[in-house]
């Protein structure tokens, strides 16, 4: 949300179709995501399915053949009273727990065996055992939200935060790894894990020097979902975490790169403390920096973060602006890949949405050239996000740069978008013309020109052709829309656009004196008392 001071400031310079709120738009609708879904779900948790076998000589189960009956006889096995079976039955547990694809989670949790398994994280007189268990939880946890809740309500998030100060390595990264499955699981259950006290913990091991690089991996992915999800987690729950994510963002380390983007990206999707926050960790040059990353799995959350910092107030925006992030937002927008071009439109017009002189920036780096190819040949998404760019631009009817904006083609991409199947896109479109016409207009009538000269254009590209069309439209802001202006641009009356027929409407006449003027037929018959609507 905008603050209160912009929303008043802009209120009065934002039409309906383009209001205040979605000038600056944060991403709450599935449609603006910019990962796809499976591969979202597949970083949110993860199962570790590479099992060390050289540890033990337990010979192993056929996984290829599990049976309820095995399950239920390997979870009555952990009931023993003896050490060395209890191992085995686990172990045998976390080995088809980590059968790559389809695990049985739910055939394991039916045999009651996961209370068990928590219980054995108590066992630090056997730390293997401890180990196995909370390896099989992990996986448990990686599964459903019912079946996380499983472990979830068994106990299991105490004791693994209480693991993530023993003095193995591996039982530490195993504990953050279940932590983080459960913490990725909602919201709900990331507020529970930190509730029960996991970042000193977890900052200890990201801040050593002596973890090794798997742990720091797993300490920042899991956490990159304790920021992640919708309500967003209390600032002070993670906020001592971002100076510790604004160091690790200096790695090479692809994996830990991009874990530590996407949790940046995460925080920044928020409130505008939210976001200075981040700023104040000294992040903002360094994100700026990894939009030119080759990689896509950096590139991406980079510019996730970049453009959520840019939907702040106008000087946050400013601070990404004063970084450069304008020539990235130049090549970003005619890179190959569709989500890339979305994601950077979508900023360019959470930046057009800030001021005039922050529009002035993006016309400065030849930015609504690309646009106007967007609006005419991107994909519908992309095209939906350049058309907010550009209308925003328009907004502030700066005529030096509505001239630029029509130089670099716009009117004719904005003309055909009012055939568009969205009543939403064609409601912006026509409020992207309107104030280009107003601008017009104001030409006109202060001399600066004989006439409006865009008014012609518009009729160039058979928009008096479509706008007449749309007051047949089913929504009614939309053919009210186009009766507007209709009326204001083109000396159409109401009546007059219900009653001429197609080929009647008003003719452009070129005069001596290269003003416009329009003539309209004049045996239309006017019903007496007018229309009813």
Not at 225 to 240: T, Y
Not at 285 to 301: A, D, K, M
Not at 446 to 472: H, M, R, W
């Amino acid at each position: 949300m905008l603050s209160r001071n912009k929303q008043e400031q802009r209120k009065s310079s934002f039409k309906k179709a383009v209001s205040a709120d979605e000038s600056r738009r944060k991403r709450e609708e599935a449609c603006n995501e910019i990962r796809k879904n499976k591969r979202e779900e597949s970083l949110m948790k993860r199962r570790v399915v590479a099992p060390d076998e050289s540890q033990t000589t337990i010979e192993p189960v056929d996984i290829s053949n599990v049976t309820p009956e095995l399950l239920t006889k390997l979870s009555q096995a952990t009931l023993s009273n003896d050490p060395t079976i209890q191992l085995e039955a686990t172990t045998q547990l976390r080995r088809i727990l980590s059968i790559e694809k389809h695990p049985p989670i739910a055939d394991v949790i039916k045999t009651g065996v996961v209370p068990r398994l928590v219980q054995f994280l108590t066992f630090e007189i056997t730390p293997k055992l401890q180990y196995e268990a909370a390896w099989a939880l992990t996986n448990i946890a990686s599964g459903s939200s019912e079946q996380t809740m499983v472990v979830i309500n068994s106990g299991a998030v105490p004791l693994f935060v209480k693991m993530m100060n023993a003095s193995d390595e591996e039982m530490r990264e195993q504990a953050v790894w279940g932590l983080g499955n459960i913490a990725g699981d909602s919201p709900q259950a990331r507020d529970y894990v930190l509730g029960c006290g996991i970042m000193t913990p977890l900052l200890s091991i990201l801040n050593s020097s002596t973890s090794k690089i798997t742990l720091i991996r797993n300490g920042a992915w899991c956490f990159s979902n304790l920021c992640r999800g919708k309500p967003q987690p209390k600032l002070a729950d993670v906020q001592d975490g971002l100076p510790v994510m604004a160091r690790l963002l200096q790695t090479t380390d692809t994996e830990l790169l991009t874990d530590v983007l996407w949790a940046f990206s995460y925080i920044s999707d928020g409130p505008d403390q939210n976001i200075q926050a981040v700023l104040n960790t000294g992040a903002a040059p360094r994100l700026v920096e990894l939009l030119g990353s080759n990689s896509f799995s950096i590139q991406t959350p980079a510019l996730r973060a970049v453009g959520n910092i840019i939907t702040g107030t106008d000087t946050q925006t400013q601070v990404m602006l004063d970084l450069g992030v304008l020539p990235y937002l130049y090549k970003l927008l005619q890179s190959q890949r569709k989500a890339i071009r979305k994601e950077a439109a979508w900023t360019v017009s959470n930046i057009t949405a800030g001021n005039a002189s922050q529009t002035q920036l993006v016309i400065a780096n030849s930015i609504f050239p690309l646009l106007a190819n967007l609006l005419s040949n991107g994909e519908y998404d992309v095209k939906k996000e350049a058309l907010y760019a550009v209308t925003n631009a328009t907004t502030w009817k700066n005529p030096k740069q509505v001239r630029h904006l029509v130089d670099a083609g716009m009117i004719k991409p904005l003309v055909e978008l009012l055939s568009a199947p969205d009543p939403k896109m064609i409601l912006v479109a026509l409020d992207g013309l309107e104030n280009i016409l107003l601008v017009g207009q104001q030409l006109a009538s202060k001399g600066t020109a004989p006439s409006n000269p865009y008014t012609v254009i518009v009729e160039e590209f058979e928009g008096i052709d479509k706008l007449e069309e749309l007051q047949s439209h089913e929504n009614s802001e939309v053919y009210q829309k186009a009766i507007k202006i209709l009326e204001a641009h083109f000396n159409a009356s109401e009546e007059e656009n219900m009653m001429v027929p197609n080929n009647a409407f008003p003719l452009v006449q070129q005069q001596p004196n290269n003003q416009l003027a329009f003539s309209f037929g004049s045996n239309v018959s006017m019903p007496s008392g007018g229309f009813v609507f």
